[in-house]
């Protein structure tokens, strides 16, 4: 009975916190255009949320008018430097293209970028914009 018990209580403890860890994500307001991949995006609030798709962690980021795109991203960390979350662009010519994101202090993802020359991403800049969740 004990045990019974014990598994009820699990399980409802699960129920409870499942709903949360699925609602985390990001909030943020970027004030112009940018990439994701190959996809344009126009300034605007925009949501990003983690998702498993076929056991594999994604990303994707969502506008209030539906538009949105999966990426490809890899593990970023940074256990010396505490991050605030936040998302980083980087800027090739006139052109603002989703690098990073960091979701806590000390861990974030890289997002891949398509293939850009060397000297193209040497000669960039960075934007840093702060998000809420």
Not at 38 to 66: H, M
Not at 97 to 105: D, I, K
Request: charged residues 15%; aromatic residues 12%.
């Amino acid at each position: 009975m004990r045990l019974c018990k014990l598994a009820v209580y699990c399980a409802l403890f699960v129920a409870a916190c499942v709903p949360a860890f699925c609602q985390s994500g990001l909030r943020v307001n970027v004030p112009f255009d940018f990439m994701v991949g190959n996809r344009a995006f126009p300034a605007g609030e925009y949501g990003l949320r983690s998702t498993t798709i076929n056991g594999t962690e994604t990303w994707r980021i969502t506008n209030d008018k539906g538009n949105s795109v999966y990426m490809l991203t890899n593990s970023a960390d940074s256990p010396i430097v505490e991050h605030k979350p936040s998302l980083l662009f980087q800027r090739f010519g006139g052109r603002y293209t989703l690098a990073q994101f960091w979701t806590n202090t000390h861990s974030g993802r890289q997002v891949v970028i398509p293939n850009l020359p060397k000297n193209v991403i040497a000669q960039s800049e960075f934007t840093l914009i702060a998000a809420e969740r």
